[in-house]
């Protein structure tokens, strides 16, 4: 047998291996093929790290625990970014329900922090503190929102690469950042602070600086989690991302659901750009979103789009970043160190879907005595 | 006159980097692979010929042709091995390709700053950078003519980069094996269907486009900076040439351009009497425009200038 387009004979012959879709999976045997890959990454990391640092594994991870959870400054660290990368999470979520890969929640989130800079340094001072946050909250809102319409309306016109759309929003967002800051900054630091953000600072609650952040995400979550499953607009949300013929067939607007979804997400963006500059920095840079607006996005998928297992999924990739930087400073290697070990555990999880998703057929060897 | 002249040498100086980003990533994607992890690639590329170079510098006297060799083949081992390792993940674990992607950018990333890092620890200098000035050398006077330019020395990886585009561009264009790579990335299924190895194919152009790609951190560090590796020296340039793709829509040969164009924008404030305020506006430039880029090609929808119809998604035989 040839074939006309490669011209190269066919063998025939049974593979070693071939592979089939599998059609369930009970939930618990999910649960272990996830945790034992978590265990297997975190072993290779193990031994990675002590093959760099020549420590022994059992103080490895201990230093890993103490980073996080070290004492009480660390422990609150470690819930504020927790709360931070799980809000970027939560908001991109809504857009991948609906297969829009929103790469731009790093945009989203900081062109939301250069709204809530800009009202600070426009009316700080002029209009009492509470009307000026209430100012800062909606125009952040409005500029993630807005951030998130332009790729999703070009979506849903004509069909524009959404992947890319937002990808390159995201340097659009920096770029603009910078020019602010050059703008405003007369010191010629390049940075700009406390000093000139000096007015509508969120309230503490209870004294403690990271707590109304991580109160505003935790009600977030619950929010979200209904949103997707209890409201006529996370049903159509699902129906758009299953299939969009289908979601036309039962007369879902498909163009008003993927512009209203990315409005939310791009929105909720903004809210987590509020929230790091208003709630807890006062500055704005470049780097308020400190990546969490693509490291959001593998928290989100290794999920499965589930609000609470997120809290687990973020929690993970905080403890590995926040230990592996005890790491780094305990043996004076390079902070770069926390990137590698993300970089493992999250290449592990995402291999192990395979597992859950396909079944492996070895070719047997009783049809190869029947031949 | 001599200042335009030397603006336009500075930007194909700039260009170059972009340009193997750029043709490492449409050979990619062109075979259905959006691989979002080209900027990781890049910096594990520059890294790897960094640390091959090191140790070579510091064992004894440095022969140019080794001085070449050893870097080149250690950037291009640790370009393929990341781009084997997303080829592994998404082709036959057929994992999300965007997540793989960005994971690995974060990977690539945190390798070359943790290797960089280390290595300038290991000078005991009180600088933060590592110089290859010998190694570099030996880069940029590989030509007898690259030194005699306006814009100073420059090697030869300044002419493999238009070399390679050309050939990947003839290759896609006008033959059999460019265009049962081209059938992969607009319908695999149609493509297995003839006849043709979807996963051989998809190793293959991801693996030689991460190769290419990483070249360009490779030309970055010898050629372009002197042989001087700063952690995070190299910037979003990997992002910038993921922009290109999408402007040169997806031919190699209009990369060329696009990368020049691209990297003189990128430079532009130098050149202009502009104040200090303006420069990051310049710099978005090149984003700004690949948006109205793809918003054009959108919306004209002409074929051939559409992105690879199956770009991102992973290939399963069964799922027909």
């Known amino acids: 047998m040839s074939s006309e387009i490669t011209g190269k004979k066919i063998k025939e012959h049974e593979p070693l291996i071939t592979i089939s879709r599998r059609k369930s999976m009970a939930f618990w045997v999910r649960l272990a093929i996830r945790a034992g890959s978590v265990l297997v990454a975190l072993i290779v990391c193990g031994l990675i790290t002590r093959f760099v640092t020549g420590d022994d594994p059992i103080s490895v991870y201990s230093t890993m625990l103490e980073g996080n959870f070290g004492d009480l400054d660390k422990m609150w660290y470690m819930f504020y970014n927790l709360a931070m990368l799980l809000g970027v999470a939560l908001a991109l979520t809504p857009a991948f329900r609906m297969k829009f890969w929103n790469i731009g929640g790093e945009g989203q989130v900081l062109i939301g922090g250069l709204a809530t800079a800009v009202c600070m340094i426009a009316l700080g001072g002029r209009i009492p503190d509470w009307s000026l946050i209430l100012v800062m909250l909606i125009s952040s809102v409005t500029a993630g929102a807005v951030w998130g319409i332009i790729p999703a309306a070009f979506k849903a016109k004509w069909r524009t690469n959404e992947t890319l759309f937002t990808l390159m929003m995201n340097y659009v967002a920096m770029y603009l950042i910078k020019y602010f800051i050059e703008r405003v900054d007369q010191s010629g630091s390049h940075t700009v602070g406390p000093k000139l953000l000096s007015h509508g600072w969120l309230p503490t609650v209870l004294g403690e600086q990271y707590l109304l952040n991580i109160i505003v995400i935790a009600a977030l979550t619950v929010i979200m989690y209904a949103y997707l499953n209890y409201s006529k607009h996370g049903y159509e949300i699902s129906v758009v991302g299953e299939s969009e013929n289908t979601a036309r067939y039962v007369g879902i607007n498909v163009k008003k659901v993927i512009i209203r979804t990315m409005a939310l997400s791009g929105a909720l963006c903004g809210l987590i750009g509020f929230l790091l500059v208003g709630g807890f920095s006062h500055s704005i840079d470049p780097n308020i979103a400190d990546g969490r607006g693509f490291t959001a996005i593998l928290v989100s998928w290794l999920a499965k789009f589930n609000p609470f297992t997120m809290v687990v999924t973020s929690f993970l990739i905080v403890f590995m970043d926040l230990g592996a930087e005890e790491i780094a400073t305990k043996f004076g290697i390079n902070p770069s160190f926390s990137d590698i070990m993300t970089g493992i555990i999250i290449f592990f999880i995402i291999g192990c879907e395979f597992f859950i998703n396909y079944q492996i057929h070895f070719r047997k060897k009783a049809a190869k005595e029947a031949e | ?320």
């Open chain 2, 1 to 320: 006159m001599e200042k335009v002249l030397l603006f336009l040498i500075r930007a194909v100086l700039q260009g170059t980097p972009l340009l193997y980003g750029a043709t490492g990533e449409i050979l990619t994607e062109k075979a259905g692979n959006l691989n979002l992890g080209i900027p990781g690639i890049m910096y594990v590329g520059a890294i790897s010929g960094v640390i091959g170079g090191f140790f070579y510098q510091t064992s004894g006297s440095v022969n140019p042709f080794l001085a070449i060799l050893i870097p080149l083949l250690s950037c291009l081992l640790g370009s393929l091995l990341t781009s084997l390792l997303y080829s592994f993940l998404t082709v036959t674990l057929r994992a999300n390709q965007n997540v793989t992607g960005l994971a690995l950018t974060t990977f690539g990333v945190g390798f070359g700053n943790f290797f960089g890092g280390s290595l300038i620890k290991l000078t005991n200098s009180s600088t933060p950078y590592l110089a290859l000035t010998k190694i570099s050398k030996a880069y940029q006077n590989f030509l007898p003519f690259g030194n005699q330019q306006l814009g100073g020395q420059h090697g030869f990886l300044i002419y493999l980069a238009v070399v390679l585009a050309l050939i990947v561009s003839f290759v896609m264009k006008r033959t059999r094996v460019g265009l049962q790579l081209r059938s992969i990335g607009e319908s695999p299924a149609t493509a297995d269907a003839a006849g043709i190895n979807v996963t051989r194919y998809k190793y293959l152009s991801t693996c030689l486009g991460g190769m290419i790609a990483g070249l360009g951190g490779l030309y970055y560090i010898m050629d372009y900076s002197n042989g001087v590796w700063q952690n995070d020296g190299f910037g979003d340039r990997g992002w910038l040439a993921i922009a290109i793709v999408i402007f040169a829509v997806w031919r190699p040969h209009f990369a060329i351009v696009g990368s020049y164009l691209f990297g003189g924008l990128y430079i532009m404030y130098n050149y202009l009497n502009a104040s200090m305020q303006v420069q990051p506006l310049l710099q978005m430039l090149p984003y700004v425009v690949t948006i109205i880029v793809l918003i054009f090609v959108s919306v004209r929808k002409k074929r051939e200038n559409l992105p690879p119809a199956a770009l991102g998604l992973s290939y399963f035989r069964e799922d027909r």
